[in-house]
């Protein structure tokens, strides 16, 4: 998910929100970088490091479904 706040500031924080399915939780990534794939692949990586490990601690593998939405979407046009 990618949320755009246009301000008078100079930098601008981005949130990356991950919604956990089957515990109903949700966890939030906000950093300074671009609506980029790079940013989405580090924030499912903080969110396994923090929260996924402990819950699935057995679990071998993870399922990420993602919409093709954003600036950064699968449709967008010039």
């Not at 919604?19 to 903080?46: L, M, P």
């Amino acid at each position: 998910m990618f949320i755009d706040f246009p301000s008078m500031a100079e930098g601008r924080a981005t949130p990356y929100a991950i919604y956990d399915i089957g515990r109903n939780d949700g966890w939030v990534n906000v950093g300074v970088d671009k609506d980029t794939a790079a940013f989405a692949v580090e924030s499912i990586r903080r969110w396994w490091n923090d929260m996924g490990r402990k819950n699935y601690s057995k679990a071998k593998q993870i399922v990420i479904t993602a919409d093709g939405g954003g600036s950064n979407g699968s449709r967008t046009r010039l």
